[in-house]
């Protein structure tokens, strides 16, 4: 049997054992029987051979999910895709989109166009960055330095979470550039200093404090997940809090034991990453502690945009989580307008959750937005291809950015304005 026989063979054994999943139900797929004989073929296993073999031949980013989907085990994919509960706001991010329409122009000279911007002091070929995914190293082995070095490549930028599974240190170098750090500030003082100390040696200029998980999140799809996934996954690392069940203690010492910005911390007295009794004053005492700029992420109602002017922050992230918080069924690219009027260029308003196209991009551009944040669609080139995935998935967009805004008669980000969408 050749190696490219025996593989697609794996592939189609591993759809066949999505199918069996109840993952497979809540996606609406089925299996059907060919005519006459007897087999049962799934829907989806027909598309198993067009799975692309290298990133020069993604005509898209769905091409890369179909191969992280195909490749990854279980639990890893299932923690990439999963959203909350029945998965609306996941759902809800990109149907948003379909709600506002382009308005191009005709006849305007757009043989030259430029996507570059700078954003507090980082100057950026495009209005895109990597936005702060976790445990990188589940999706490929090089993890967040592949990201890193891909954003470098296309002239992005990198925001490294805080549960990153590379050093800041080696991300940064990978870069080219300090990273911007995502902060989760943890139920520990002590330890959420020494977070935000490890990122200010490692020279970072930007502090993104996430404030959308104080609730907590119920991920019911990476728990199906990780009850079909066959393997043993203690001898490599432990439970994340959000897996380790209803009223079960977290074993810290394990669950960071991969994650390097915890190295030297205690982490005996943390009961939780996020800190539930966090409100606006938090902001004020990471001003005590650091010079660098602050940025909240998880910012979706117009009214906490207007405090975090008020508490002099120095950017807003609106964001769901990329679904993964609260089920509120609400996208972020419709309640981006609202937040827009509120920032009216203050300060650095940036988006993330659900972007997939250059034409989502340009939307949240009229609508206001200085950059876009992406998660997904660069996880799904790391899981198919490493670098070079990442890489191509950023390519595709920039090209599919620049082809709208010519569509449109846009030659530069400043001339992407309101009067290009229309909501219905």
Not at 25 to 31: D, K, N, T, V
Not at 101 to 130: C, F, H, K, Y
Not at 148 to 173: C, F, K, W
Not at 307 to 313: A, I, R, S, Y
Request: glycine share 8%; hydrophobic share 40%; charged share 20%.
């Amino acid at each position: 049997m050749t190696p490219t026989s025996n593989n697609q063979q794996t592939r189609r054994r591993f759809l066949r054992f999505l199918a069996s999943s109840p993952l497979f139900s809540m996606a609406g797929l089925s299996g059907c029987r060919e005519a006459g004989s007897g087999e049962e073929t799934l829907l989806s296993e027909a598309l198993i051979d067009d799975l692309i073999q290298a990133p020069g031949e993604a005509l898209n980013v769905f091409d890369f999910q179909r191969v992280a989907e195909a490749t990854l085990p279980p639990a890893h994919y299932g923690y990439l895709a999963t959203g909350v509960q029945d998965n609306q706001t996941l759902l809800a991010n990109r149907e948003g989109f379909k709600k506002f329409q382009l308005r191009v122009r005709r006849l305007i000279n757009v043989s030259e166009i430029d996507t570059s911007t700078e954003i507090l002091g980082v100057p950026l070929r495009t209005p895109m960055l990597a936005a702060p995914v976790g445990s990188q190293k589940a999706f490929h082995v090089d993890g967040e330095v592949a990201v890193a070095a891909a954003a470098r490549e296309n002239g992005s930028h990198q925001i490294l979470s805080t549960v990153t599974t590379s050093s800041i240190e080696d991300v940064g170098a990978a870069l080219g550039r300090p990273v911007w750090y995502q902060l989760y500030p943890t139920t520990d003082w002590e330890v959420t200093q020494g977070l935000v100390k490890r990122a200010n040696s490692a020279g970072c200029q930007v502090l993104v404090l996430t404030v959308d998980l104080q609730g907590g999140s119920k991920r019911e799809e990476l728990d199906y997940s990780i009850r079909r996934d066959p393997r043993d996954c203690s001898g490599c690392h432990g439970p994340a809090p959000e897996k380790s069940g209803a009223g079960q203690p977290v074993d810290w010492n394990q669950y960071v034991s991969r994650k390097p910005m915890f190295d030297g911390l205690d982490v005996s007295r943390v009961k939780d990453l996020v800190l539930p009794e966090m409100t606006w004053e938090f902001i004020a005492r990471l001003r005590e502690l650091t010079s660098m700029k602050i940025l909240v992420k998880g910012i979706v109602n117009e009214l906490d945009a207007q405090t975090c002017l008020d508490h002099g922050v120095d950017g807003i992230i609106v964001s769901n989580h990329g679904g993964r918080a609260e089920e509120s069924g609400l996208s972020t690219i419709e309640i981006f307008p609202e937040i827009s009027k509120v920032v009216a260029g203050k300060v650095p308003l940036l988006i993330d959750s659900g972007f997939r196209r250059g034409t989502d991009i340009f939307k949240a551009l009229a609508l206001g937005a200085d950059a876009v944040c992406l998660g997904r669609p660069l996880m799904w080139g790391l899981a198919a291809f490493g670098q070079s995935g990442v890489s191509a998935a950023l390519r595709i967009l920039q090209a599919e950015l620049e082809m709208v805004m010519r569509q449109a008669g846009t030659t530069s980000l400043a001339a992407i304005q309101p009067s290009y969408i229309q909501r219905v």
